[in-house]
């Protein structure tokens, strides 16, 4: 089954450029468009959809808002920010509201499309190294950084599960972090899919972000 896109951002010019790159993909259908936040919530309510490309500055209702309402509802489709420039406060705030990555408007497409990919099957497009770095950057407008530490859930981490949260949200891959732990790349995934499930978290995006609100991990270092 296609892969189903939407695509959201006031410049028509561009939907249509990144229409007709997709639609050339035989695993891929886009299967709606709007030009507004606003415009975006009604066609959702109406259309299934996969991924939504979402860009963050429009009229009415901008990306960052429209993210969030988005991802609140009941298996929501994955959001992957469209930004300007790189290490974006928008891009934060998108991360923050649910988005599962951020990509640039003039990425190449073939980025695009294996961005898309990789979202749909369930991955961080960002990597969590980029995220760390928007996050040391902007981490002081946290509203609750370093104030959390008992986050619901974190006390059901045992310590092995804590020491692999701590590496993913400095940035480390799997294979990274099953070479630091001594420990099969295998092993290391599971304990990444039991810290997301027992955080109620969606992706690694979402545990880099939450390492930094509660403290675990934070701007220029860890604990």
Do not use: W
């Amino acid at each position: 089954m296609a892969i189903r896109v939407m695509l959201v951002d006031d410049q028509v010019l561009l939907r249509t450029g990144f229409r007709m790159v997709l639609d050339a993909q035989p695993d891929m259908e886009v299967v709606a468009e709007a030009g507004d936040g606003v415009e975006a919530l009604q066609v959702l309510r109406a259309t299934a959809v996969d991924v939504v490309l979402m860009d963050v500055r429009m009229p009415k209702l901008d990306g960052v808002e429209t993210t969030r309402r988005v991802c609140s509802e009941p298996n929501p489709p994955k959001v992957l920010i469209l930004t300007t420039f790189d290490l974006d406060e928008y891009a934060f705030s998108g991360l923050k509201a649910g988005a599962s990555g951020f990509m640039l408007k003039d990425v190449p497409p073939g980025e695009l499309l294996t961005a898309i990919r990789s979202v749909h099957s369930g991955d961080a497009v960002v990597a969590p190294s980029t995220t760390r770095r928007l996050l040391d950057r902007f981490a002081p407008m946290l509203p609750n950084a370093g104030k959390d530490p008992q986050h619901k859930g974190l006390e059901r981490l045992t310590d092995r599960e804590r020491e692999v949260m701590i590496l993913v949200a400095q940035g480390l891959s799997n294979g990274e972090i099953a070479a630091r732990l001594v420990l099969s790349e295998a092993t290391v995934k599971t304990h990444v899919g039991r810290i997301l499930t027992k955080l109620g978290l969606r992706d690694r995006v979402q545990v880099v972000v939450l390492a930094y609100e509660t403290g675990i991990v934070r701007a220029g270092g860890h604990r």
